[in-house]
């Protein structure tokens, strides 16, 4: 399994440990709020609020939080002011890392990555110094179970996805930036359930990580994601299978 993948999975299995604290609305009021802001508070015209708020209702957000944040975003209620803001760098053995963040104070959300990565033996780099690693695509997940498998890729090519892979327990569907909406819809309509759906950065290349390198990308991987500013990070490395379980201790 690539490195994206495992990370997808274990993210995803991390998301539902942070929504039972909470933690995970945190990320979202700031995304409802970013997207609202910079394209409008209707989601039907507004793709990237509209994705924002299937997250925040995956994520079983009430309603009306989704409201508040929304209305904070187009000045219809008082409300922080958030700015989006990528951070590009490198971690431990070379990897590639791209970070998407919100944050109402720069030169904090700044400080903090800078010491994360230099901490773990990377460094921070310039705007556009990792980006051209990584191609912008959509990225569908649905279950294996109840589903067949030539059915869904025939399903998904003919909704204009790119390409399918098969893990341990879901389908992850690729699309181009441009038709993630899309396809998923078209899914939608099909019945097909869907576990997750997202823009994401995936990796052109891979850098295979071994060893202490490896545990402590991991690590760093976990610290950036819990960053009540990170969004999204992404990173191009490629850990084989197995060292991957004996880091998690699964």
């Known amino acids: 399994m690539s490195g994206h993948s495992k990370w997808h999975s274990i993210k995803h299995k991390k998301a539902k440990v942070d929504a039972a604290r909470g933690k995970v609305f945190t990320k979202l009021i700031k995304e409802l ?28 957000m009430p309603a009306k939080n989704i409201d508040n944040a ?51 033996g990377g460094n921070l780099g310039e705007n556009g110094s990792v980006a051209w690693m990584f191609e912008r695509k959509g990225m569908i997940s649905v279950a294996r179970e109840n589903n067949s498998e030539d059915e869904l890729l025939e399903l998904a090519i ?37 576990a997750s759906a997202e823009v994401t950065m995936i990796p052109k290349n891979t850098v295979e990580v071994t060893g202490k390198d490896a545990e402590k990308l991991m690590k760093l991987m976990e610290q950036i994601d819990d960053h009540d500013d990170i969004q999204n990070v992404y990173a191009n490395f490629d850990i084989d299978d197995s060292e991957m379980e004996r880091i998690l201790g699964e």
Do not use: C, H, W
């Open 158 to 194: 003919e909704s204009g996805a790119e390409d399918m892979e098969t893990n341990d327990d879901e389908f992850v569907i690729y699309t181009s930036f441009e038709d993630f909406n899309q396809v998923r819809a078209e899914l939608e309509e099909k019945n097909i359930e869907i």
């Open 33 to 60: 709020t970013v997207a609202a802001r910079v394209g409008g508070g209707d989601p039907d015209m507004n793709p990237r609020l509209r994705a924002a708020v299937n997250s925040a209702k995956s994520a079983n």
């Open 70 to 120: 929304i209305k904070k975003g187009t000045g219809d209620l008082p409300g922080v002011v958030y700015e989006d803001v990528v951070y590009e760098g490198y971690g431990p053995g070379g990897v590639a890392v791209y970070m998407d963040a919100v944050t109402d104070n720069k030169n904090r959300t700044v400080a903090e990555v800078r010491f994360m990565l230099s901490k773990s």
